[in-house]
C-alpha cells in the first residue's frame, strides 16, 4: 500500500498573497492531480502531470501555477489569492484509471 | 465532450430504506465508470469501478451496473445505514483518451436519519 501526504493541513492567507501547497505520494505512480472542491460541492481539475516535468492545465488552471520536479511530488502554488476565498485542495495520484487522494489542504483567504 | 450528470444534489433517506444515486454519462469512446465516495472532512475513496457492460460490480453492500445502452451507472443499496451518509461522486474515464483524468460528476449527498 502507499500514502498520499499533503501540507499543510490548514493555511491562511492574506489576500494578494502567493501560497505554495505541496503534495507527496509514495505509490510510483506516474500521473497526479490537483482538485479544488469548494464547500460540499464537485471536483474541479486545476493541473495534472503523466509524468516528472510535465504539466497539463485542467479546466480551472487559471489563477494558480503547478511544478512537477519529481516523481513523487506535485506542488500548486495560488499565485494571488483571492479574498474570502474558502476551499478544500485535493492531491490524487493514479494507476491503471484509479485515482487516489490524499487528505486534502484547507485553504482560508481573510 | 465527456460529461457526467448526477440528478440529485441531495438525497435524505430513513435508515433501512434502500437507495439509487443516479449517473448518466456521455462519451465517444470506451467509458471507464467509477463511484467515490467521500465522509465528512475525508478524501474520496473508490467504492465501485466498472468497465464491463451489463455486470454487476458490488462493494460494501452498495452495487452498481454499467449500462451502455443508457449510459447509466446507477449507485443502489438495499438498506442504508446511518454511517452511509457522505457525498458520492460518479465519474467517468476514456481508456487512455483523457490520459487517466477523471471526470466527474457534481456529487450527491446521501444523508441518512435515524
Known amino acids: 500500500g502507499g500514502i498520499i501526504t499533503q501540507t499543510p493541513k490548514f493555511l491562511i492567507g492574506q489576500e494578494g498573497q502567493k501560497l505554495t501547497l505541496k503534495c507527496q505520494q509514495n505509490f510510483n505512480h506516474d500521473t497526479m492531480y490537483w482538485y479544488r472542491q469548494d464547500s460540499g460541492k464537485g471536483l474541479r481539475l486545476i493541473y495534472y502531470?503523466?509524468?516528472?516535468?510535465?504539466?497539463q492545465k485542467g479546466d480551472l488552471s487559471e489563477g494558480y501555477d503547478a511544478s512537477r520536479e519529481k516523481k513523487s511530488s506535485f506542488s500548486l502554488t495560488v499565485t494571488s489569492a483571492q479574498k474570502n476565498e474558502m476551499a478544500v485542495f485535493l492531491c490524487?495520484?493514479?494507476?491503471?484509471?484509479?485515482?487516489?487522494f490524499g487528505p486534502g489542504t484547507r485553504l482560508t483567504v481573510l | 465532450g465527456d460529461s457526467v450528470t448526477q440528478t440529485e444534489g441531495l438525497v435524505t433517506l430513513t435508515k433501512g430504506l434502500p437507495v439509487m444515486l443516479n449517473c448518466t454519462y456521455q462519451?465517444?469512446?470506451?467509458?471507464?465508470l467509477f463511484w467515490y465516495v467521500q465522509h465528512l472532512n475525508e478524501a474520496p475513496k473508490l467504492l465501485l469501478k466498472?468497465?464491463?457492460?451489463?455486470k454487476r460490480t458490488e462493494h460494501q453492500g452498495f452495487y452498481a451496473t454499467l449500462h451502455k445502452s443508457s449510459s447509466s451507472f446507477h449507485l443502489q443499496k438495499s438498506s442504508v445505514q446511518l454511517s452511509d451518509s457522505a457525498l458520492y461522486f460518479c465519474?467517468?474515464?476514456?481508456?487512455?483518451?483523457?490520459?487517466?483524468?477523471?471526470?466527474f460528476g457534481q456529487g450527491t449527498k446521501l444523508s441518512i436519519k435515524p
Open positions: 462519451t465517444t469512446y470506451s467509458p471507464f
Open positions: 465519474a467517468l474515464s476514456d481508456w487512455g483518451y483523457n490520459q487517466g483524468k477523471l471526470i
Open positions: 466498472s468497465s464491463t457492460d451489463n
Open positions: 490524487a495520484s493514479s494507476w491503471d484509471y484509479e485515482q487516489y
Open positions: 502531470s503523466i509524468t516528472e516535468n510535465d504539466l
